[in-house]
């Protein structure tokens, strides 16, 4: 299994830019063979996801962040990122980061908080 450990968290004002990043570690893994995500969760909401990146580069985005948020990653560094732009409240959450690989148990970071003040 990998071991994620997010980073960039913090506060900001409504309108403002945050970056986050995740780095990948393990004894033996191939991250390029990871399809990677970040979720995110509100006081008493569900874990929801944000954005996911596959193997093959394509990408998703919940409808709420389309436009806003770009999820990328850099498979010689073993990161994925999130930049948020136009963060507004509601993005308040802490923010997970999911590694996935087919047949084997999901990887997680320990989160990281993102809280935009209006």
């Known amino acids: 299994q990998v071991q994620l450990v997010e980073s960039g968290g913090g506060l900001v004002q409504a309108g403002g830019s945050l970056k986050l990043s995740c780095a990948a570690s393990g004894r033996t893994f191939t991250f390029s063979n990871y399809a990677m995500g970040w979720y995110r969760q509100a006081p008493g909401k569900q874990r929801e996801l944000v954005a996911q990146?596959?193997?093959?580069?394509?990408?998703y985005y919940t409808d709420s962040v389309k436009g806003r948020f770009t999820i990328s990653r850099d498979n010689a560094k073993n990161t994925v990122y999130l930049q948020m732009n136009s963060l507004k409240p509601e993005d308040t959450a802490v923010y997970y980061c999911?590694?996935?690989?087919?047949?084997?148990?999901?990887?997680w970071g320990q989160g990281t908080q993102v809280t935009v003040s209006s």
């Open positions: 990146t596959s193997t093959s580069g394509s990408t």
């Open positions: 999911n590694g996935r690989l087919l047949g084997t148990s999901d990887s």
